[in-house]
């Protein structure tokens, strides 16, 4: 068999198990972005911010069942399996594109919104109720208190209605805090919506980074369908078995 053939069909088996891999990952990272969105969803009243999330995970499962179409077209020796493949690159090309597109206008309203929906969710604070928990369990993870800072507590109604004193949750250590605003040093004194943002953040840019890495790939994998078909009908007709 001529090595160049060889070679191209063995690049485009290999991308087919990139396809593989490439599915499971984005699934895995389209899982990771949806679980630490809900996870703090009591303060993210706009869910417009897992939409590249909502699309890594279809993107991930199209390509797993692509991965097997151009597995078959390579070893079948298939023209119009191979088009199909190329077409198949190209649409998830696009796709991926169209998530960074996304992740990188939602990543600039992320902020804009955070703070609004965070105050709102922290008025309602009563010590019992369901946006309590979500408030202790956010300053317990991020090791933060109030919504800008700890002193952002001073506005609320259950500060002023438990003798001007903060959540247990805002303390750095539970058994030794007296939860007023004048010692300082026994809570934690930087606000959440910071801490939030940076972590909501850091997430769609992981996420983002992943995606760019793929469509890379996609890329070449275009370029090398493209390559075999010009070298096919130049210089043989049909294609030989990867086996012979």
């Not at 899982?31 to 630490?36: D, F, G, H, N, P």
């Not at 009591?42 to 993107?59: E, N, R």
């Not at 058994?175 to 004194?189: E, F, G, M, S």
């Not at 078909?229 to 030989?240: D, L, M, P, W």
């Amino acid at each position: 068999m001529d090595c160049g053939i060889f070679t191209s069909k063995t690049v485009l088996l290999f991308l087919s198990l990139v396809f593989w891999g490439a599915g499971a990952a984005l699934a895995y990272v389209g899982a990771y972005v949806i679980k630490s969105y809900d996870t703090f969803d009591s303060f993210i009243q706009d869910k417009y911010t897992l939409v590249p999330a909502a699309i890594i995970i279809g993107v991930s499962v199209v390509m797993f069942i692509f991965g097997l179409v151009g597995c078959c077209a390579t070893l079948r020796e298939s023209k119009v399996g191979l088009s199909f493949f190329f077409l198949i690159i190209m649409g998830i090309f696009a796709a991926e594109v169209a998530a960074l597109v996304f992740s990188f206008i939602y990543q600039g309203k992320i902020n804009a919104n955070l703070e609004r929906s965070m105050n709102d969710v922290f008025t309602k604070y009563d010590g019992e109720g369901a946006e309590t928990k979500a408030v202790d369990y956010l300053q317990t993870q991020l090791e933060c208190c109030g919504v800008m800072n700890y002193s952002s507590w001073s506005n609320n109604t259950w500060f002023r209605s438990n003798n001007n004193t903060v959540p247990v949750s805002c303390c750095k250590n539970s058994t030794q805090c007296a939860r007023k605003l004048d010692q300082p040093d026994q809570l934690y004194i930087q606000g959440c919506e910071v801490k939030l943002d940076l972590l909501l953040q850091g997430v769609l840019g992981y996420a983002m980074l992943v995606i760019l890495g793929f469509a890379v790939i996609k890329f070449f994998g275009m370029l090398s369908v493209c390559v075999i078909a010009c070298k096919t009908s130049s210089q043989r007709s049909g294609y030989q078995p990867l086996y012979a």
